[in-house]
């Protein structure tokens, strides 16, 4: 049988191999073979590392080709929406490379669904972009932007006051500025341990709030250093050195990076975050834990007689029964903070229900919305209800039980 | 050796002397468990990329030699809830097995995104689950898709912990034995 992602079986496979004990004196010897290949082309990227920093400290780099934008562009009505044009700014915010070259910066994008999302890389002239280094672009040290239009996954919703909170942490990440196909710049190249010693870096950056006023951090120095997060979104960006390829992969939510150690706001508030330990999670925080917007619609606006009924998934080789439920949406759905959440009642689930459909695209209001749940059914009576519910961030991923508008509830018998 | 006619706890032990077992096991898991995930996320990117750090951090714990004490499908399927309740949790799928693996970045093709959706959709898996023995399907669904711990599920069932273990585990073998034996 062939398998649905061939290549991450490939790499699994030669990571296995590579990794194998059985495998180690072999891997070395060869290890040591390629060494004495890898220099004249090690000491090449030297080079063209050095000659790209070197011109971007005068103000001078080469501009190479732009970043190829990803071919499979988003549906502007489903999940976070596509970049909406003419929307994508990049912010004054800057950060200084360890190593010198072009800074860091941000931007942010608007979407068709009414998110705003960010991305950060290396900046040249006002543009986004990354540096031809650290394996990709053939480590030609030009600097190649990214298109406008080149999204990003990292999107959240505005709260009730309009502020977008969060924060997006990259660890062990190429110095060239691509920081991997959640943040939209996924060019390839080293990463970890395949990186050159001291072309690591961790990112930091996010939106805290328009009202935060300061942002304590632990700098490279050791020293903690403060920051006044940049009007209006309360942008934060730190990039600092990082050696330690045990500490990967990414975070994304609400609570900054774990150089953050503090941050004040306008009204006095201030949210204080300790060294953070492993398996350890931060307190809660008002300030930070922004709530999405309140409910606009009242039960009785949204009430609407839910069907629910049992649903037999037919196939060349018989069948199952499964819940199909559907009712008439009276609110419209454009954003992607706003879903029509299906739960059943479920008394041994940790949150009392279990969630069967959640819509994720665009709704007219006075449709007929009809979903069908995965999941082959128990038989027996079953319970549930309907549910207008805001997300901060698209998708069922970040579901909250209990929240929302109740629209209406149903019970099925399942044979 | 034939690696393709041994069954899971074979693959582990053959693991030890040939890496190409961890292959056999990556073909006869990546569908159940892209089924399990797309099922729990409902997006097909999301469910390949925690399928991807799962494998590999299977991968990372047998080559370190803390493989799993008892058979491999719970074992899998245990590391894979652990990354989905992590990625709730942080808000975002980890890659560090990946990292400690240097495994490079997969690319997504739309057809395979498209299948994983279809996984979600309806599946030969959701068939196969609802064709197993009443006992081993509510065992399997109580624990693999709703994700209760084997307590509640022994309370719900009124049988032993043991017993919930057993039923979860044959139909496991079952679902095992079905995938490997139907056509594409």
């Avoid at chain 1, 699994?12 to 220099?39: C, K, N």
């Avoid at chain 1, 901060?392 to 970040?398: D, N």
């Avoid at chain 2, 081993?136 to 509640?152: F, P």
Wanted: proline content about 7%; glycine content about 10%; some cysteine.
């Amino acid at each position: 049988m062939s398998t649905l992602l061939p290549d991450l079986e490939r790499e699994l496979l030669h990571a296995a191999h590579r990794t194998h004990p059985a495998a180690a004196p072999a891997t070395r010897r060869r290890s040591r073979r390629g060494h004495r290949r890898l220099v004249p082309v090690v000491v090449a990227v030297v080079l063209l590392t050095l000659s790209a920093a070197a011109l971007a400290a005068t103000g001078l780099i080469s501009i190479g080709s732009p970043v190829p934008t990803s071919h499979q562009q988003p549906d502007p009505h489903r999940d976070a929406g596509a970049v909406v044009p003419g929307t994508t700014k990049v912010l004054s915010l800057r950060a200084a490379d360890p190593d010198g070259g072009p800074d860091w910066a941000m931007r942010v994008q608007a979407t068709t669904r009414g998110t705003r999302c960010i991305q950060a890389a290396r900046v040249v002239n006002g543009r986004l972009g990354v540096i031809g280094q650290n394996g990709i672009f053939n480590d030609d040290g030009r600097f190649h932007p990214l298109g406008p239009m080149s999204g990003s996954l990292a999107c959240q919703t505005p709260d009730a006051q309009g502020n977008t909170v969060f924060s997006v942490g990259m660890n062990a990440v190429p110095a060239s500025g691509g920081l991997g196909g959640f943040v939209g710049i996924d060019v390839g190249g080293c990463s970890g341990k395949r990186c050159p010693p001291g072309d690591l870096r961790n990112v930091y950056y996010g939106f805290v709030g328009s009202d935060a006023t300061s942002l304590t951090y632990d700098g490279d120095d050791g020293a903690q250093h403060v920051m006044r997060p940049l009007a209006p979104y309360g942008a934060y960006l730190i990039v600092r050195r990082t050696t330690d390829t045990a500490n990967t992969g990414s975070v994304f939510g609400p609570y900054p990076g774990a150089v953050v150690r503090k941050i004040t706001f306008r009204d006095g508030r201030s949210c204080t975050f300790p060294k953070p330990v492993p398996g350890a999670r931060y307190e809660p925080c008002a300030a930070i834990d922004r709530q999405p917007p309140t409910p606009k619609y009242t039960h009785a606006q949204l009430a609407a007689p839910v069907r629910a009924r049992p649903y037999l998934r037919r196939s060349p080789r018989g069948g199952y029964w499964s819940i199909s439920v559907s009712f008439r949406a009276r609110a419209a759905i454009t954003t992607a903070g706003q879903s029509y959440a299906i739960v059943l009642h479920n008394a041994n689930a940790k949150d009392g229900v279990s969630l069967i459909g959640f819509t994720r695209s665009d709704i007219a209001a006075g449709s007929v919305v009809t979903k069908l749940a995965a999941y082959p059914a128990r038989a027996g009576v079953h319970t549930g209800e309907v549910r207008l519910v805001t997300t901060a961030t698209p998708g069922p991923f970040y579901f909250q039980a209990g929240t929302g508008t109740l629209v209406g509830r149903f019970k099925v018998r399942v044979p | 050796m034939r690696l393709d006619g041994l069954d899971d706890a074979g693959l582990l032990d053959a693991f030890d002397a040939s890496p190409d077992a961890f292959g056999v096991l990556y073909r006869r898991y990546e569908r159940p468990l892209l089924g399990f995930l797309i099922r729990r996320t409902g997006q097909a990117e999301l469910a390949a990329d925690l399928a991807a750090e799962t494998f590999a951090a299977a991968l990372d714990a047998l080559r370190r030699g803390s493989g799993p004490d008892g058979v491999f499908a719970p074992w899998l399927f245990g590391i894979a809830r652990n990354k989905l309740a992590d990625s709730w949790r942080r808000g975002a799928v980890e890659d560090g097995a990946r990292r400690r693996l240097a495994m490079e970045p997969v690319p997504l093709t739309d057809a395979a995104l498209e299948q994983i959706d279809a996984l979600g959709e309806d599946t030969r898996l959701s068939e196969l689950v609802a064709g197993l023995p009443g006992d081993q399907r509510d065992a399997i669904v109580a624990r693999i898709v709703e994700e209760h711990d084997y307590v509640s599920i022994a309370e719900r069932l009124e049988i032993s912990e043991m017993v919930v273990r057993k039923r979860v585990s044959r139909g496991l073998a079952t679902l095992r034995a079905r995938v490997e034996g139907s056509p594409e």
